[in-house]
């Protein structure tokens, strides 16, 4: 039997989400004795990569109905592949779209459902999931009893890992019935680094004032080679665009780099970044949550000190 792990993609390229979630189907079908099949849909120019990281079959869908985002036809193009592919477990990066399709996709096969899962699932005795629960701040581990089993993966939770396999790649059709959602608009985002894929990213809070100050933002990020974020204040007051804010009802990121300045700390904030590497924050207020958090921190207000990190960026040719 086949694990089917759906492997998101962006501007006509694999996901970097997809990769995790096929190397993370690939190390549960070492332990359940299952192979992996790989399902893009959509154009993609380098779906075969995905044998790099463990995936035996890809399964290439294209149909013009799944051309704009239809969440209900993509949950049937995909529970129609799972029952074709004779699937007990799907995978899916807890992504936006991951999001929007597991769910309905575990309704429409009856299958137990996992979101967030942060580990690869024991299987010893029973099938148990660990996932975060309360932003971050615990785990819980969940058994799923139902035969057939979705789970969706937390991005940068799970490593991808170069297991080479040499896969079988074909087309499929599907049978899709009228979506229920009409798009009206589709916005690609304009950033050059994707804040799910920096290892830097250099994010600003209310602390900035108003959008006008977002330059030295965007030159620190820049000479940093990182991406740039804000919190949700920031992004809802329409300073900064939507798919920059990170946090609990954000994006979560996991970067090596963490830069957060005029941001306090909030739970719902620390819920998306808690997870990078190393942590530096700026803030006048030495009480402001966020430096429990920190590894390093700079008490100081942002528009003396992002001056200076930019000159000594510059000063170091980074
Ligand atoms: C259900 C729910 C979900 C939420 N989800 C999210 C989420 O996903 N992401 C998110 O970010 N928030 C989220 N929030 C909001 C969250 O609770 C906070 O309100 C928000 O994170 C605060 O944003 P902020 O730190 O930019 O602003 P503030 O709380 O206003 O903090 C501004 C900080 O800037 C500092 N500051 C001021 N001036 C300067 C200066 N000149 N230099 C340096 N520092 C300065 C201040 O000391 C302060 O610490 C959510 C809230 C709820 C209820």
Redesign the pocket.
């Known amino acids: 039997m086949s694990i089917l792990v759906f492997a998101n993609t962006a501007k006509n390229e694999v996901h970097k989400s997809a990769y995790e979630v096929v190397s993370y189907g690939s190390q549960l079908a070492q332990k359940t004795g299952d192979t992996v099949t790989a399902l893009v849909i959509g154009d993609a120019t380098n779906i075969s990569s995905l044998s790099d990281y463990g995936a035996d079959k890809i399964i290439h869908v294209k149909d013009a109905k799944l051309s704009s985002f239809q969440p209900s036809l993509l949950a049937q193009a995909i529970n129609q592949i799972a029952e074709a592919e004779g699937s007990k477990i799907i995978v899916f990066s807890h992504d936006l779209t991951g999001k929007a399709i597991a769910p309905l996709v575990a309704v429409g096969l009856k299958a137990g459902l996992v979101t967030g899962a942060v580990a690869i699932p024991e299987t010893e005795n029973g099938f148990i999931v660990k996932k975060a629960v309360f932003s971050g701040k615990a785990y819980a581990h969940v058994k799923i009893n139902t035969d057939k089993k979705v789970i969706s993966v937390n991005p940068n939770a799970v490593e991808k890992v170069e297991n080479k396999k040499s896969a079988n790649e074909s087309e499929a059709t599907v049978n899709l019935g009228e979506a229920r959602i009409k798009v009206i608009e589709q916005k690609i985002e304009s950033t050059d680094i994707p804040l799910t894929e920096a290892e830097k990213v250099v994010s600003?809070?209310?602390?900035?004032?108003g959008p006008e100050n977002w330059g030295m933002i965007e030159e620190l990020a820049k000479l940093l080679g990182a991406a740039t974020a804000?919190?949700?204040?920031?992004s809802d007051m329409d300073w900064r665009p939507h798919h920059e804010?990170?946090?609990?009802?954000?994006i979560a990121i996991r970067p090596n780099l963490y830069i957060?300045?005029?941001?306090?700390?909030?739970?719902?904030?620390l819920?998306?970044v808690n997870q990078s590497k190393v942590i530096v924050v700026?803030?006048?207020?030495p009480e402001?949550?966020?430096f429990k958090s920190a590894d390093y921190g700079i008490v100081?207000?942002?528009?003396?000190?992002v001056p200076k990190l930019i000159e000594a960026a510059k000063a170091m040719n980074i």
């Open positions: 600003a809070g209310r602390g900035l004032k804000c919190s949700r204040p920031v804010h990170v946090g609990q009802t954000g957060a300045i005029g941001i306090s700390g909030a739970i719902q904030h819920a998306g700026i803030n006048t207020d402001a949550p966020f100081g207000d942002a528009f003396e000190v």
